[in-house]
């Protein structure tokens, strides 16, 4: 409910102020202060605020933004107005509805399914085609792609995937990760940004991190840099020291509260 005091605020301002304290816990004070500097300058944090805030959003996705920090995440992704976005393997869609308010009209956003989801479960596309067809998300295109040949219409801005790289590493193959992260390699414009975020396994972890849906971050960049991508950053958003790394993701004593990396790599602009 917006106070008295809110209410007296400017209407940017008052976004402003919004996703500030969205972010506040995520980042250390000196990023904080660079995002305060970003927001008083314009319009990313702004369009960060009101995706987050849109009616649009269902229940069960503004329940889930207490652990998921998307406004932690998506200043740190450098999400903005008039990008076109690359969301592989969305699940339900809930960064996708994110990436759609936050782009607007003048971006796009694509839901890329892989073929050999469709291939197991015929109806896997059918929320994100619900999605695509609201008129709230009219920037959004649903495809499926075999995921060595991402293929979109144009160049994108940005290639994300959350919580999905262990499943290609160690679902089908370390291979199979790497040639997906060419695809994204090649689906991005000079300069684009690669974001991978995941569930963390301890250090140099083997056994059956499979059945653990988890990953030891270095191999994510690994993958990533033999891909041709730059290293730029690490959030530190989503940790949590207390995890114990060895309990499936899905255990209920840590399901929604798992350490996970937010890893940062950019395409090398020449």
């Known amino acids: 409910m917006m106070t008295a005091r809110c209410a007296a605020l400017p209407r940017a301002a008052f976004w402003s102020a919004a996703v500030l304290g969205l972010a506040a816990a995520a980042f250390p004070p000196a990023a904080h202060a660079r995002i305060a500097t970003t927001l008083s300058a314009g319009s990313p944090g702004l369009a960060i605020a009101q995706a987050i805030s849109n009616a649009d959003r269902p229940a069960t996705d503004r329940a889930r933004d207490a652990d998921r920090k998307p406004a932690a995440l998506l200043a740190f992704a450098g999400v903005r107005r008039g990008m076109a976005i690359a969301d592989v393997m969305p699940g339900q869609g809930y960064f996708t509805r994110l990436f759609a308010n936050a782009v607007g009209p003048t971006g796009h956003v694509w839901a890329v399914e892989p073929a050999w989801l469709l291939e197991k479960h015929p109806g896997a596309l059918n929320a994100m085609n619900a999605l695509a067809q609201q008129p709230s998300f009219a920037n959004v295109s649903v495809v499926t792609r075999k995921l060595d040949a991402l293929a979109l219409p144009r160049k994108v801005d940005m290639v994300w995937t959350s919580q999905n790289y262990h499943d290609l590493y160690y679902g089908q193959s370390p291979d199979a990760a790497l040639a997906f992260d060419k695809a994204a390699f090649a689906a991005l414009k000079p300069g684009?940004?690669?974001?991978?975020?995941?569930?963390?396994?301890?250090?140099?972890?083997?056994?059956?991190?499979?059945?653990?849906?988890?990953?030891?971050?270095?191999?994510?960049?690994?993958?990533?840099?033999?891909?041709?991508?730059?290293?730029?950053?690490?959030?530190?958003?989503?940790?949590?020291?207390?995890?114990?790394?060895?309990?499936?993701?899905?255990?209920?004593?840590?399901?929604?509260?798992?350490?996970?990396?937010?890893?940062?790599?950019?395409?090398?602009?020449?």
């Open 192 to 270: 684009g940004i690669f974001m991978v975020i995941d569930h963390v396994a301890a250090p140099g972890a083997t056994g059956d991190l499979a059945s653990l849906h988890r990953i030891d971050p270095a191999l994510i960049r690994q993958q990533a840099e033999a891909a041709g991508f730059v290293f730029q950053a690490e959030s530190k958003a989503l940790a949590n020291p207390s995890d114990p790394h060895d309990k499936p993701v899905f255990d209920p004593s840590i399901r929604g509260r798992t350490d996970q990396a937010i890893l940062k790599f950019r395409k090398p602009a020449r």
